[in-house]
């Protein structure tokens, strides 16, 4: 049985709402405490619960009261009143943390890095956090870590938790932040959900429900967004926001245990291969020149396309037509896009979020008489005790080759299979099972 959790998040998500939830659930004030001290901020802040109401129903706040500061809007005037990505993560580093809160948290703060950097054209590393480089913020973002450690929730095999979420309510209106008045969802949050394809509505409440703290935790760690995954219920925990809606502002942590890993409702044992998301895009055309796909196909793969393949289908009137399919990962969905849009007839295309299973990937090169040739091999197993279930040259060096010494492709393709099976055999790598 795995330990699993799912955020149910009607209102939206934020850090201290997620450390809330994750003290209801039974996490120790006092552990997270004692963990976070090691980050060096001890004497910046007092963390403290309490039991509030929202519209009648109980849940756990959690404040992060800092020290000479009656009011969080004044933590800009805190001696460190922002931080840049390299001093986080190396007090992260310094902070002796459990090793997949350390992880987790890094991971955390380098996803909400990179889309902050996306917003205003700047790398990463040059980020100025102000509000979420704050002491509370960092916080809440470790703490979380922290909690979803000591709750026990397993593990996938590269190490991210067994965590899923609902789809977020986009929220509205307008915020006022350190860079001014700025739309809602602000920037950072849109371009969470771009970079990871998340599913959002709308609730008809324009506030601010999903924080880029809060967006940063669950686009970073959680598995899959959407309906929940089979699941024991064993315990419930109720984090409480700060807002006055009309339902309560309450994210709710399921948490308990399944039989097998779900992922958009397909069970998958625990041996099975590592999962990753991807964006599929798909539109149909009946009235572009065939000649001008294998173009658009070479356009796609040049911004980051996964695959990229056509199929021909019936359509209105009983026209022939092609449906052309992309895959992608979500951080290049609009990249595909445009060329879709620019290349093509389309006028619409339609996406999906999904998950694939894929094999464990490495590229070896071999040497033959002809040349050197790169043959890629899939595994599954562990990093020390491989079993091979493919083996394939690449196929553009066999081309290569093949025109150059004018040899039948087959044959470099042979020689290269060849030649990597001796190399196993010989003993190269003794860890391969073949």
Not at 352 to 380: D, H
Request: proline share 5%; with cysteine.
């Amino acid at each position: 049985m795995n330990k699993i959790a799912y955020i149910q998040c009607p209102t939206g998500v934020s850090g201290d709402m997620c450390l809330g939830a994750l003290v209801s659930l039974g996490v120790p004030l006092e552990y997270l405490t004692e963990k976070l001290n090691g980050l060096g901020l001890e004497q910046e802040y007092r963390l403290r619960a309490e039991l509030v109401h929202r519209q009648t129903q109980q849940a756990t706040k959690i404040h992060v009261d800092l020290v000479d500061h009656h009011h969080h809007d004044h933590h800009e005037h805190n001696h460190h009143h922002g931080r840049h990505l390299p001093e986080i993560e190396e007090m992260i580093l310094k902070g002796k943390l459990p090793t997949r809160a350390e992880a987790w948290s890094l991971a955390v703060f380098r996803q909400l890095a990179v889309a902050e950097g996306a917003v205003h054209g700047i790398a990463p590393e040059k980020v100025h956090f102000h509000e979420v480089g704050a002491v509370d913020a960092i916080v809440d973002i470790v703490g979380t870590c922290l909690g979803l450690d000591w709750l026990g929730i397993d593990s996938d095999r590269q190490g991210w938790p067994l965590l899923y979420c609902s789809a977020f309510p986009t929220g509205g209106g307008t915020v006022h932040a350190a860079h001014g008045l700025m739309a809602v969802p602000v920037p950072a949050v849109l371009k969470l959900w771009e970079m990871r394809g998340c599913p959002v509505y709308s609730n008809g409440i324009d506030r601010e429900l999903v924080t880029p703290t809060g967006a940063a935790i669950a686009t970073t760690l959680v598995q899959n967004f959407g309906s929940p995954p089979p699941i024991t219920i064993k315990q419930v925990g109720l984090g409480a926001g700060s807002l006055d809606l009309p339902i309560p502002n309450i994210l709710r942590l399921w948490f308990g245990e399944s039989e097998s890993l779900q992922t958009d409702n397909c069970d998958l044992a625990e041996y099975s291969p590592n999962l990753e998301t991807i964006t599929v895009l798909k539109t149909q055309i009946d009235d572009l020149n065939p000649q001008v796909f294998g173009y658009v196909s070479e356009a796609l793969f040049a911004v980051g396309a996964v695959d990229v393949f056509t199929q021909p289908i019936g359509m209105k009137k009983s026209r022939p037509g092609i449906l052309l399919t992309v895959i992608c990962h979500p951080g290049k969905l609009a990249s595909c896009e445009e060329v879709l849009f620019r290349e093509t007839s389309t006028l619409g295309i339609r996406r999906t979020t999904e998950q694939r299973a894929i094999l464990q990937r490495e590229i070896q090169n071999v040497e033959t008489g002809y040349g050197t040739i790169a043959v890629k091999f899939a595994w599954t197993g562990t990093a020390t005790e491989k079993v091979i279930t493919n083996v394939q040259p690449e196929y553009e060096d066999c081309a290569v080759l093949a025109r150059k010494h004018n040899i039948p492709w087959r044959e470099i393709h042979r020689l290269a299979l060849q030649n990597w099976h001796l190399l196993q055999k010989k003993g190269t790598d003794k860890k391969f099972q073949l």
